[in-house]
């Protein structure tokens, strides 16, 4: 069966920002990629957080893409380059050896790393948004919000330290998270959302 047509139809939407046709090439590609990242740096929480990054930055440069195998190779391109990156700032390119790493680099096409030069939105710019968004809810949302998400605290241990019932912790948490949400969805899909609001490094 040729998938080729609905590929340019999703494509189209996808470039007109459409979210379900963002969650198609989502579904299509990233447990590819987290597996591409973890050939580089052996850590697969790592690596999915690469390809976290690399979607979000695959959304927001969607302008630039010309045709569905862009996608792709966007996706490949940025996973390798900041991998590498990954590798030689915590200086532990010395634990591969020159060969292996040469082979892992060589698994893109170097006509297709030529070809793509995207500005990117980083991690950084990312936590300026949702560290802003935190700011901006109400004094115990906010600290219950930090308590459960910063400290990695239970429910009941944030009841017990507050003295105040489960069930207005889980109402503060459920009313952060929706706050939070809609203070990303101008900047991206919702299934990025619940990835980012989910992650640990948030």
């Known amino acids: 069966m040729n998938t080729q047509p609905n590929e340019h139809i999703q494509f189209r939407a996808f470039k007109k920002g459409k979210e379900l046709a963002f969650e198609y090439f989502f579904n299509k590609y990233y447990n590819n990629i987290v597996g591409f990242g973890v050939q580089f740096i052996y850590d697969e929480e790592e690596a999915k957080n690469i390809a976290q990054e690399a979607f979000l930055n695959l959304w927001t440069n969607r302008n630039k893409i010309e045709q569905p195998s862009g996608i792709k190779s966007f996706l490949y391109t940025y996973t390798k380059s900041k991998c590498l990156n990954l590798i030689r700032s915590k200086k532990v390119r010395e634990k591969y050896k020159s060969e292996a790493l040469n082979k892992r680099e060589a698994l893109l096409n170097q006509e297709v790393i030529?070809?793509?030069?995207?500005?990117?939105?980083?991690?950084?710019?990312?936590?300026?948004?949702?560290?802003?968004?935190?700011?901006?809810?109400?004094?115990?949302?906010?600290?219950?919000?930090?308590?459960?998400?910063?400290?990695?605290?239970?429910?009941?241990?944030?009841?017990?330290?507050?003295?105040?019932?489960?069930?207005?912790?889980?109402?503060?948490?459920?009313?952060?998270?929706?706050?939070?949400?809609?203070?990303?969805?101008?900047?991206?899909?919702?299934?990025?959302?619940?990835?980012?609001?989910?992650?640990?490094?948030?």
């Open 114 to 202: 030529d070809a793509l030069n995207f500005d990117s939105m980083d991690f950084y710019e990312l936590e300026q948004i949702i560290n802003k968004s935190i700011e901006n809810l109400p004094g115990k949302t906010k600290t219950i919000f930090l308590k459960k998400r910063f400290d990695n605290k239970k429910n009941q241990e944030i009841a017990d330290e507050l003295e105040i019932s489960l069930k207005t912790v889980e109402s503060h948490i459920t009313k952060a998270l929706k706050a939070l949400k809609e203070q990303l969805a101008p900047y991206f899909p919702t299934i990025l959302i619940s990835i980012i609001l989910s992650s640990k490094k948030i």
